[in-house]
């Protein structure tokens, strides 16, 4: 079986139980960096010293043919240096491969840098979208944003402390320079900080020079600013291209604001 274990993202204080015990039980522990999980395993106490095979960006591909074959005869604990392995860490390659093979996979799930961000940046968690490391390239890293301009759910990225200046400044372009940002650093750790404003304040900010792990979680694009009659129309279009009327006033409800109701009657008084 191949066991996805999440380990903290600073905080060793954050370690699960069932972490701890699947690190004292482990016979095989594929590691993103070995150094790390021996660290990890000294700080948290376990004395077990189980075989550490590397598996990160450059080997996943070969590594995950070897570690399925050994899942089919005792399990493999795979291991990012912090986080849940495969979001934005190796392990979805080997997942995958598990997968087409009949292996099992199982997690045991924990801290997540993704999700304590969004749930202390302040703006809304209901509907997200993760968009790990931006491009570190500039004109790559603006098409990127400009691509997500129109996006409504709140967005969740990774950086560099050496680029989160460079990418906010591309956001208050792309996005606006009112958007609200949070920018996370060096969560669940001693300095932990959440600094909140537009994008082009938090530029201004970060020109200073920003240290640590970053997370920097945006508010999604508002509503479109649409009129009624053209709500409508819209509706009226979606029926023409065969969507049922309550369906089509739904739909457009749901990207305008307007009331489907009042969408639906209207149009139907259209109709005739």
């Not at 291991?79 to 087409?100: F, K």
């Not at 669940?188 to 970053?214: F, H, S």
């Not at 990207?255 to 005739?272: C, N, P």
């Given at each position: 079986?191949?066991?996805?274990?999440?380990?903290?993202?600073?905080?060793?204080?954050?370690?699960?139980?069932?972490?701890?015990?699947?690190?004292?039980?482990?016979?095989?522990?594929?590691?993103?960096?070995?150094?790390?999980?021996?660290?990890?395993?000294?700080?948290?106490?376990?004395?077990n010293r189980?075989?550490?095979?590397?598996?990160?960006?450059?080997?996943?591909?070969?590594?995950?043919?070897?570690?399925?074959?050994?899942?089919?005869?005792?399990?493999?604990?795979?291991?990012?240096?912090?986080?849940?392995?495969?979001?934005?860490?190796?392990?979805?390659?080997?997942?995958?491969?598990?997968?087409?093979?009949?292996?099992?996979?199982?997690?045991?799930?924990?801290?997540?840098?993704?999700?304590?961000?969004?749930?202390?940046?302040?703006?809304?968690?209901?509907?997200?979208?993760?968009?790990?490391?931006?491009?570190?390239?500039?004109?790559?890293?603006?098409?990127?944003?400009?691509?997500?301009?129109?996006?409504?759910?709140?967005?969740v990225f990774?950086?560099?402390?050496?680029?989160?200046?460079?990418?906010?400044?591309?956001?208050?372009?792309?996005?606006?320079?009112?958007?609200?940002?949070?920018?996370?650093?060096?969560?669940?750790?001693?300095?932990?900080?959440?600094?909140?404003?537009?994008?082009?304040?938090?530029?201004?900010?970060?020109?200073?020079?920003?240290?640590?792990?970053?997370?920097?979680?945006?508010?999604?694009?508002?509503?479109?600013?649409?009129?009624?009659?053209?709500?409508?129309?819209?509706?009226?279009?979606?029926?023409?291209?065969?969507?049922?009327?309550?369906?089509?006033?739904?739909?457009?409800a749901a990207?305008?604001?307007?009331?489907?109701?009042?969408?639906?009657?209207?149009?139907?008084?259209?109709?005739?």
């Open positions: 079986m191949i066991i996805l274990a999440a380990t903290p993202i600073g905080n060793l204080g954050d370690a699960s139980r069932r972490l701890v015990e699947a690190l004292e039980a482990a016979t095989v522990i594929a590691a993103e960096d070995t150094r790390t999980t021996q660290r990890l395993l000294a700080g948290l106490g376990v004395a189980p075989r550490l095979i590397a598996m990160h960006d450059h080997n996943e591909k070969e590594r995950a043919v070897e570690l399925v074959a050994l899942a089919r005869d005792e399990d493999v604990l795979v291991l990012s240096d912090a986080g849940m392995p495969t979001v934005s860490d190796p392990g979805y390659g080997l997942v995958a491969a598990a997968a087409a093979a009949g292996v099992a996979v199982t997690v045991i799930p924990g801290p997540s840098a993704v999700v304590a961000a969004l749930a202390v940046s302040g703006l809304p968690t209901d509907r997200f979208a993760f968009e790990g490391f931006l491009p570190r390239k500039p004109g790559e890293r603006r098409g990127v944003l400009r691509s997500l301009a129109a996006e409504r759910r709140t967005m990774f950086e560099s402390p050496a680029r989160v200046a460079a990418s906010l400044a591309d956001m208050a372009g792309a996005f606006g320079a009112d958007r609200r940002v949070a920018v996370c650093r060096e969560l669940t750790k001693l300095y932990e900080e959440v600094v909140r404003g537009t994008a082009a304040e938090l530029a201004d900010w970060a020109a200073a020079g920003v240290r640590g792990e970053i997370v920097v979680v945006v508010e999604g694009a508002p509503a479109a600013q649409i009129t009624f009659p053209d709500a409508v129309t819209q509706v009226l279009e979606l029926v023409r291209a065969g969507t049922r009327l309550k369906d089509a006033a739904g739909e457009v990207h305008t604001g307007h009331s489907s109701r009042e969408l639906y009657q209207a149009a139907l008084a259209v109709k005739g």
